[in-house]
């Protein structure tokens, strides 16, 4: 064989192996998207309720949270919020608050 053939064949086979090795090999998995979606108080909004907050730490992606909340003395509320990558926003004034469900956006 030539040179340029054996080159020719091994740039073939290269190519080939490359297509198909990354479905081959297993994906990591990434950490859910629970361990990047906090609730946080900070500030006083009243004697019985503070400020709460709900924060995605994640650098890419978007959250979508359901969130359990109630201020003292109301009813429970529940509601889904969407926090963007790397943001923190105020959801409300609250007594007591807890994440029911954290699951990566679709969109």
């Known amino acids: 064989m030539t040179l340029a053939r054996t080159t020719w064949i091994a740039i073939v086979v ?3 192996a490359a297509s198909i ?8 998995n990434d950490p859910p998207a629970s ?11 009243d004697a019985s309720n503070n400020r709460l907050w709900l924060s995605n730490t994640h650098t890419f992606k ?4 359901k969130v359990r909340w109630r201020a003292a003395g109301g ?5 889904d919020f969407f926090p963007g990558p790397n943001s923190i926003r105020e959801i409300g ?3 007591d608050a807890e ?8 969109f």
Not at 75 to 79: H, I, P
Not at 99 to 106: R, V
């Open 93 to 95: 004034c609250a007594a």
């Open 62 to 65: 978007t959250i979508s949270v």
């Open 14 to 16: 290269a190519m080939s």
């Open 75 to 79: 009813k429970d509320l529940v509601e």
């Open 21 to 28: 090795a990354p479905s081959a090999l297993p994906q990591a």
């Open 35 to 45: 361990s990047f979606a906090t609730l946080k108080f900070e500030g006083a909004c």
């Open 99 to 106: 994440i029911l469900e954290a699951n990566f956006a679709d």
